[in-house]
């Protein structure tokens, strides 16, 4: 695609459910970038991979968070035994590795934990 | 502990009149600084950037200005357009240790008044 593509657009999840947020990037794009963004705040970074690596999980907020990448191109965001305060507009982003002035965030994944 | 500061949540302004919004940041390594833009439901896009040892770079209406002793930095729109109402992000970039990634500000609503 010509973007980068996040599905769904919006999840409800009861709490204490699993739930898969996947991220489609550009093509070509090695560098790949997840970050969450609550209410009232700008994206926090989460996870940063290069190719099939997590080279930087850092903000991951807890071991319930756990993102993959297993063929260098499509990437999960998985969140187990999800809580309220999980809920947030999840972005990915995507760019050559190197330059992360160029990257492009797809529309985001609304996650709503009732 | 926030790196990327912007203390104003929000800016009105009429059309035809300039905006400037403010960003400070406490980190010397950065390296780049960028401003997005944010509609509802989508994700940020890029709008500017300007690299640390530069003190000014413009792109038709919209122009960065870095002051590094004051560790601030500022987004002239002139003139201001209807279409500009967004939510702006002030970011940063910082690459160490392997991993690059953006850091964040809240961003600051403006509103372009017809």
């Known amino acids: 695609g010509a973007g980068v593509s996040q599905t769904p657009s919006n999840k409800v999840t009861e709490k204490g459910k699993y739930v898969e947020l996947r991220c489609d990037p550009i093509?070509?794009?090695?560098?790949l970038y997840w970050y969450r963004q609550s209410l009232g705040q700008g994206p926090e970074f989460l996870i940063y991979?290069?190719?099939?690596?997590?080279?930087?999980d850092s903000g991951l907020p807890n071991d319930r968070f756990f993102a993959v990448r297993p063929e260098g191109s499509v990437s999960t965001l998985k969140i187990q035994r999800t809580e309220r305060g999980d809920s947030a507009v999840y972005l990915c982003a995507s760019s050559l590795v190197g330059r992360p002035t160029e990257a492009f965030f797809g529309q985001g994944t609304r996650l709503t934990v009732v | 502990d926030q790196q990327v500061k912007q203390n104003s949540p929000s800016l009105s302004v009429q059309e035809g009149r300039i905006s400037i919004l403010n960003c400070d940041y406490t980190n010397s390594m950065f390296d780049y600084f960028l401003w997005y833009k944010k509609y509802p439901a989508e994700g940020p896009t890029f709008l500017i950037s300007?690299?640390?040892?530069?003190d000014k770079n413009e792109d038709g209406r919209f122009t960065v200005f870095l002051n590094k002793s004051a560790k601030h930095l500022s987004l002239h729109i002139v003139p201001s357009q209807p279409g500009d109402s967004a939510v702006y992000f002030c970011?940063?970039?910082?690459?160490?240790?392997?991993?690059?990634?953006?850091?964040f500000g809240k961003g600051t609503k403006l509103t372009v008044n017809p």
């Open positions: 991979f290069q190719g099939t690596g997590a080279a930087d």
């Open positions: 300007i690299s640390s040892i530069k």
């Open positions: 093509s070509g794009h090695t560098a």
């Open positions: 970011a940063a970039t910082i690459a160490q240790g392997g991993s690059e990634k953006l850091v």
